[in-house]
C-alpha cells in the first residue's frame, strides 16, 4: 500500500519561511519522480517543483529562486523549501509520486497560509 504524508504547513506571514515534508512508503522511493503541486478553490492544481529519480529539478517560474525542491532515499522523503513567500503562495500542497501512468501517487495535502 502506498502512502504520502505531508508534514510542516502552516501560517507564515509574508517573507517567511516554510520547510514541507512529504515521507513515502510502499514504494521503490529513488525510482520515482517526486513532486510537490498546489491548489487553491476553484482552479486548477498546478506543478510547483518536481525532482527526476536522478536529481534534475524543474520548478514553475512563479517560485524560481525562492522554492528548493531536493530528496532524501535513505529516508524515501522529499522536501519544499519555501523561502520569501508570498500571500498569493497561499494553497494546499500535495506531494505527488510518480513512476508512470499507473503508478501515479498524491498525499493528502497540507495547507500553506501566507498572511500578516
Known amino acids: 500500500q502506498v502512502q504520502l504524508v505531508e508534514s510542516g504547513g502552516g501560517l507564515v506571514q509574508p517573507g517567511g519561511s516554510l520547510r514541507l515534508s512529504c515521507a513515502a512508503s510502499?514504494?521503490?522511493?529513488?525510482?520515482?519522480?517526486m513532486g510537490w503541486y498546489r491548489q487553491v478553490p476553484g482552479k486548477q492544481r498546478e506543478l510547483v517543483a518536481r525532482i527526476l529519480s536522478a536529481g534534475t529539478t524543474n520548478y514553475d517560474d512563479s517560485v524560481k529562486g525562492r522554492f528548493s525542491i531536493s530528496r532524501d532515499n535513505a529516508k524515501n522523503t522529499v522536501y519544499l523549501q519555501m523561502n520569501s513567500l508570498k500571500p498569493e503562495d497561499t494553497a494546499i500542497y500535495y506531494c505527488?509520486?510518480?513512476?508512470?501512468?499507473?503508478?501515479?501517487?498524491w498525499g493528502q495535502g497540507t495547507q500553506v497560509t501566507v498572511s500578516s
Open positions: 510502499g514504494v521503490i522511493f529513488s525510482g520515482y519522480t
Open positions: 505527488n509520486a510518480r513512476l508512470n501512468m499507473e503508478r501515479n501517487y
